[in-house]
């Protein structure tokens, strides 16, 4: 019974990962709306965000089933504080200009694309299935965010040290996406995730392509600076995302929307 | 209603052109992009459909100003879907308007420098979430009852940007009323957050209409040319009548002490908004105007480099693509 | 201002049920690969299945009355076009 508690408990964890990466990262996305660079590029990031927000209520519906405690995916989005989110640092950090915000979006996506692939395969038939329904949407974003990624590297002179400024502020961040834990140690052994390590892999072959391509230098630093957000250990950033995100349900509990 | 108080231009046209023009609209036939049309009729629409397309967007950023705090996750998708809408809703109206010889980066140039307006409605601010139901059940319940007989007007490209907005727009109002529902019949804090929302959003909605114009001579030609269809009045009378009872339906009261029924015109009789504060709005010295058009310019300026480099990429691209045809 | 806009393109969509690429509006984009990115952000909210066709709006060639002869002309000089042309008795039901 302990194990299977344990095993419970780690799931648990694991899923609320990828449902804070798609909240978060669906958050940060959604502050454009209403102020995009063209009415087209405003229109597109709020199909990311809405994307986002729907993954995020998947895996949440999911986690809350798994944890057996009566908690909706609502709860755990707008109830739970700094610590108990499992999201990577890079999807917290500030917008920036519109290129640091795509530079991100395609860092991530690549990641994202692939670990998504990956769990379609899942032994977990109810991972495998939010998986395929996320995957296409995925895929549309990686597509599109690589294909700006491209474009503004390969643009003006200044859209060209925009893209690559973005590409060295986040650097640092990126290698936390592939650094494994008992966690992620414990869902790959069971089948249930794919071992970062692969991930890594192809997302370093599509990373290191669309660079290229977008004439931008892969940065001579370590891309794991900064880490920790999967264990609870953030940013400063994120405080500020929960404290506006979560401000009605914490300022009238129990009240219905 | 998004397009208020908008002055007819005066044509100089040859009069045997003129009146066989007007013939056509008055025989219901629609006018399309390169067909000849009077000089004051083009101007007079450049006018509308722009103004009407600025307050799509300038109307995106009161309500997506609460999309970050939205209270459920569900709320946050509507919400965000429907804000998305009226960027939609601002590119087809500006698609519609480049018809007329107008290019769009033109227009956003006159909305920024203040030469053109967008909705006085836009210029209040959206201080508790009961504001988003407020927003959605009487902002849009007023815009539509606008937009609905646009899709009748006479210029083609307009009537089918109306008529696709339309269809799209049939959810924005009843989930603004949706939410006013729940915070009505919720805690006691909701309920007064309900009727505070109603409290400052009525008298503006009443002004979307724009005052009354059974005189004047502008409104008589717009409605010769059908890019008017019914007046002011006519719309707020029945926005007055249409919303009453939805108010009373929710326990919330109409902040107006004059509003009785009046048996003979089968419709609310009602007081009239404040309209030097309308006038105040439009010049400039709302709650909001400084905000709302100093987001729409730092949204374009900060846009610049991004457009430009998009635009230099695919041109090099097309020369790129040119030279290899050519080896 | 930028220094160039964005040249303006025409849309065309074919539906999952739809038998032909039908025009469903206009956008804004640097070029058609981008201008097909748009349109399906814009106008199909990603639903899947669709094929969608852009063409540059200053490459559209349109029919255009001569300014005086379309205009007085009456438009509907060929009547037997129309289905209500023709006088069906009520008893033969919908036609």
Known sequence: MVALDLDRQTLFDWLLRLGDNALILGHRTSEWCGHGPALEEDIALANTALDLIGHCQMWYTLAAEVEGKGRTADNLAYLR??????????????????????????????????????????????????????????????????????????????????????LDYLWPYVGEMFLADATDDAL?????????????????????????????????????????????????????????????????????? | ????????????????????????????????????????????????????AHSEIVGQLPEGNWITRAPTLERKQILLAKVQDEAGHGLYLYSACETLGISRDELFDRLHSGAMKYSSIFNYPTLTWADMGAVGWLVDGAAIMNQVPLQRTSYGPYARAMVRICKEESFHQRQGYTIMMKMAQGTPEQKAMAQDALNRFWYPSLMMFGPSDKDSVHSAQNMAWKIKINTNDELRQRFVNETVPQA?????????????????????????????????????????????????????????WFRDGLTAYAEKQAARRKAHAAE | MSKKEWPLWEVFIR?????????????????????????????????????????????????????????????????????????????????
Request: aromatic share 8%.
């Open chain 2, 248 to 304: 009373r339906y929710l326990g919330l009261e109409v902040p107006d002490e004059n509003l009785t029924w009046n048996e003979d015109k089968q419709g609310w009789d009602f007081s009239e908004p404040d309209w030097s504060e309308f006038f105040a709005v439009l010049k400039g010295d709302g709650p909001c105007n400084e905000e709302r058009l100093g987001a729409r310019r730092k949204a374009w300026d900060d846009g610049e």
């Open chain 2, 1 to 52: 209603m998004y397009a208020q108080m908008i002055t007819s231009e005066k044509s100089s046209d040859d009069p045997e052109l003129l009146a066989a023009f007007q013939a056509r609209i008055d025989r219901g036939e629609r006018i399309e992009p390169k067909e000849w049309m009077p000089e004051g009729y083009r101007k007079t629409l450049i006018r509308q459909i722009g103004q009407h």
């Open chain 1, 188 to 257: 790959a052994e069971a089948g249930i995730a794919p071992r970062l390590t692969d991930i890594q892999t192809k997302w370093e072959a599509i990373v290191s392509d669309t660079l290229d391509e977008a004439t931008l230098t892969r940065p001579d630093r370590r891309p794991d600076v900064h880490t920790g957000g999967k264990q609870g250990r953030h940013t400063e950033h994120l405080g500020y995302i929960l404290a506006e995100m979560q401000f009605l349900q914490r300022a009238y509990p129990g009240a219905e929307w």
């Open chain 1, 81 to 166: 504080d700094a610590i108990q989110f499992k999201n990577v640092k890079l999807v917290e950090l500030p917008n920036g200009d519109i290129g640091q915000t795509m530079m991100r979006e395609f860092l991530f996506n690549a990641f994202h694309f692939e670990l998504l692939t990956a769990l379609t395969g899942s032994t977990d038939p109810k991972v495998s299935e939010i998986a395929a329904k996320a995957v296409k949407e995925v895929a549309y974003q990686l597509d599109r965010a690589s294909d700006l990624v491209v474009r503004l590297g390969d643009g003006t002179e200044e859209s060209h040290r925009r893209m690559q400024a973005a």
């Open chain 3, 15 to 95: 539906g999952q049920h739809g038998l032909n690429h039908r025009h469903v509006g206009s956008l804004h984009a640097p070029d058609a690969e981008m201008a097909i990115n748009h349109a399906r952000d814009v106008y199909t909210r990603r639903k899947e299945g669709v094929s969608i066709w852009v063409v540059p709006s200053a490459q559209i060639t349109a029919s255009s009355p001569s300014e005086k002869g379309a205009l007085f002309d009456p438009a509907e000089s060929k009547v037997y076009r129309h289905p209500t042309f023709y006088d069906i008795p009520d008893e033969v039901g919908h036609m």
